[in-house]
């Protein structure tokens, strides 16, 4: 199975943005461990800036009905388009679960909607880097 790892803006800067909030795990660590888990599914790990090319890359595990792991990250507020393009994928029966590093429930208020999460096959939130691994084990036990 191929499964995209979509991960929004300001993850590249993971293991050295607010490592109380985030940890010291880089992304790259991150990718690296979820590759080892994988075993022989085949994992397409990407991460933007732009929510323009966030939402082409579901667009395109749409078209190829391939299940997602996403972290939005800050458009996870706030992104309607973002929540329309995953809403694509799980009403066609395409698997997306919604992670976070983070527990945004414990965090500023704002942080504490998504506007992902009502149309995500699930939702993985506060167990840090682990919150993937969650995920992706999630995806592969079928």
Request: net charge negative; charged share 20%; hydrophobic share 45%.
């Amino acid at each position: 199975m191929r499964i995209h790892v979509l991960n929004g803006p300001n993850l590249n800067l993971l293991g050295e943005r607010e490592p109380d909030i985030y940890g010291t795990l880089s992304l790259s660590d991150i990718e690296t461990s979820l590759k080892e888990a994988a075993g022989a599914n085949e994992l397409v790990f990407r991460q933007t800036q732009a929510e323009d090319e966030l939402i082409g890359w579901l667009h395109e595990a749409f078209l190829a009905k391939e299940p997602v792991i996403i972290n939005p990250a800050a458009f996870t507020h706030y992104s309607y388009a973002l929540r329309d393009a995953v809403a694509a994928l799980t009403s066609s029966g395409i698997r997306v679960i919604e992670v976070h590093i983070s527990n945004p429930h414990s965090r500023e208020t704002f942080r504490h909607t998504s506007v992902i999460s009502g149309v995500a096959t699930g939702v993985i939130a506060g167990f840090g880097a682990d919150s993937y691994l969650l995920a992706l084990a999630q995806l592969t036990r079928d």
